[in-house]
């Protein structure tokens, strides 16, 4: 890990400016040698990848989609400790990886249109808690030249409207050393910048929703349960082996990691995964006793 962080009090000023603002940024927190791990790991599974198909995935950029099956490196990442500790402030217990992917902008590379991550949800804005929240890790430095991220702040409050309807408000580059992260409610308006360097830029991102959304990516098919048997509890009860109170998430009316290890789950009954569990078993669920989203 890169500097000590004392986790709490970090996570809790994180969550505040991402409530208040809609992002934050959080400097230098990987070690140089988690930062070359990851790289490396992008670079190799980028030979004979084809570049993105639209202006979106970015027709000079390498996307890779669905990392969190690619080796421990990624996984450590969807799990760091100050990300987990944000998002369980941010969301309700046993959110979920929407997707975890990486982009590499090549030099040329062209801004991508202003979106927000939360648009395909039909949940009219704003809403009232977050629907999910994004990360962009740099893995190069991020400066305003080669394409760091752009971002409208406060923009995660506005109504339907789209950013020209904001003229008012400036936009801001997330420029920042590698190994610091953009975290950033999945709500707020922002794109990757363009690439006007020699040199590539290359972020990890992990975008994560609330435990009633349906994830981005299929992580149960990514990772499905002989997989799942090699990761962390943390890193399961992401990807969908846990369940949002009272049921969803079930197979076969049962706690899905009971597929892929019998002694996990009988832990994760005695912890997080004791409400869903009792309502499992609870022989009704009324509007009174059902935890809502
Ligand atoms: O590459 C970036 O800086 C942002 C990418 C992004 O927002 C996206 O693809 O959803």
Same mark, same amino acid.
């Given at each position: 890990?890169?500097?000590?962080?004392?986790?709490?009090?970090?996570?809790?000023?994180?969550?505040?400016?991402?409530?208040?603002?809609g992002f934050?940024?959080?400097?230098? *927190?990987l070690?140089?040698?988690?930062?070359? #791990?990851?790289?490396? $790991?992008?670079?190799? %599974?980028?030979?004979? @990848?084809?570049? =993105?198909?639209?202006?979106?995935?970015?027709?000079r950029?390498?996307r890779?989609?669905?990392?969190?099956?690619?080796?421990?490196?990624?996984?450590?990442?969807?799990?760091?400790?100050?990300?987990?500790?944000?998002?369980?402030?941010?969301?309700?217990?046993?959110?979920?990886?929407?997707?975890?992917?990486?982009?590499?902008?090549?030099?040329?590379?062209?801004?991508?249109?202003?979106?927000t991550?939360s648009?395909?949800?039909?949940?009219?804005?704003?809403?009232?808690?977050?629907?999910?929240i994004?990360? *962009?890790?740099?893995?190069d430095?991020?400066? #305003?030249?080669?394409? $760091?991220t752009?971002? %409208?702040?406060?923009? @995660?409050?506005? =109504?339907?409207?789209?950013?020209?309807?904001?003229p008012?408000?400036?936009?801001?580059a997330?420029?920042?050393?590698?190994?610091?992260?953009?975290?950033?409610?999945?709500?707020?308006?922002?794109?990757?910048?363009?690439?006007d360097?020699?040199?590539?830029?290359?972020?990890?991102?992990?975008?994560?929703?609330?435990?009633?959304?349906?994830?981005?990516?299929?992580?149960?098919?990514?990772?499905?349960?002989?997989?799942?048997?090699?990761?962390?509890?943390?890193?399961?009860?992401?990807?969908?082996?846990? *369940?949002?109170?009272?049921?969803?998430?079930?197979?076969?009316?049962?706690?899905?990691?009971? %597929?892929?290890d019998?002694?996990?789950?009988?832990?994760?009954?005695?912890?997080?995964?004791?409400?869903?569990?009792?309502?499992?078993?609870?022989?009704?669920?009324?509007?009174?006793?059902?935890?809502?989203?």
């Amino acid at each position: 890990m890169g500097q000590p962080i004392n986790i709490e009090s970090q996570a809790a000023s994180v969550a505040e400016t991402v409530a208040k603002d809609g992002f934050a940024i959080v400097e230098a *927190i990987l070690g140089r040698a988690e930062i070359v #791990e990851l790289a490396s $790991a992008i670079a190799e %599974l980028e030979e004979d @990848h084809p570049l =993105g198909r639209n202006i979106f995935e970015g027709e000079r950029s390498h996307r890779l989609y669905s990392l969190i099956a690619q080796g421990r490196p990624f996984e450590q990442l969807a799990a760091h400790p100050l990300i987990v500790a944000v998002l369980d402030l941010l969301l309700l217990p046993n959110w979920l990886l929407s997707n975890c992917q990486s982009i590499r902008l090549y030099p040329g590379e062209t801004r991508q249109p202003w979106h927000t991550d939360s648009a395909f949800y039909a949940v009219p804005r704003p809403s009232e808690a977050p629907l999910g929240i994004s990360t *962009i890790w740099a893995l190069d430095a991020f400066t #305003e030249a080669n394409g $760091a991220t752009e971002y %409208l702040p406060q923009s @995660h409050r506005w =109504g339907p409207e789209p950013p020209t309807s904001h003229p008012e408000v400036t936009s801001l580059a997330a420029e920042m050393p590698a190994g610091s992260v953009l975290v950033f409610d999945a709500a707020l308006w922002h794109r990757g910048g363009a690439n006007d360097t020699d040199a590539t830029r290359l972020c990890a991102t992990n975008q994560y929703c609330q435990p009633w959304l349906r994830p981005q990516e299929s992580q149960l098919l990514i990772a499905p349960p002989e997989m799942a048997e090699r990761f962390d509890d943390r890193v399961r009860s992401m990807l969908g082996y846990s *369940i949002h109170p009272p049921f969803i998430g079930q197979v076969e009316g049962k706690h899905p990691l009971r %597929l892929v290890d019998e002694p996990s789950y009988r832990k994760a009954k005695g912890s997080d995964g004791a409400a869903a569990d009792r309502s499992l078993t609870d022989d009704i669920v009324t509007p009174q006793n059902r935890p809502g989203p």
